[in-house]
Structure formats: structure tokens, C-alpha cells
């Protein structure tokens, strides 16, 4: 199975996990790097490396290259937060 990620390496991926603490959850992030046991993604929004096992994923999802986290602050007008420049 982890041969199968090695295509994947550098491609953005959702990918489902099972765990015993929290039960099913999602994790989106660059493919860093596939070892024998676990993969490392980089999640999209914050950087951080997860460490996955291989047995507890549950499913992986490519996601296109034109898909972008954009994050901005809104003002309670819900409108774009852009601060004022002197």
C-alpha cells in the first residue's frame, strides 16, 4: 500500500483516518513523505506535519491544483477586514 503513495508525493490529498481516541476524521495536506508504516502530510492551512499510520486511513482524495484555502477577516458586516493605511 505505501507504494501507492509514493505517486502522490507533492500532490495535495484529503485523507480520511480512523482513530481510537477521536474516531473519523479528515486531514488536508501536501504529501511530504511515505515511509514503511506512516505518511507525513503538511496541512494546507497551518503548515503543520501529520503523522498518519498507513492502517488507519480509511480513504485518500487527490484534490485539484486550482483548489486554494483562502483566509482573510471579516468585519461584523461580513464584509473583507482590510486595515486602512495612513
Known sequence: MSSDFHELIGITISV??????????????????????HIILASVRTGYLHRISLDSILSVTEIEPEFKILNFLQDGMEQPYAPKRK
Open 16 to 37: 480520511k483516518v480512523i482513530s481510537h481516541r477521536r474516531g473519523p476524521y479528515t486531514v488536508t495536506g501536501e504529501l511530504k513523505r511515505v515511509t514503511w508504516k
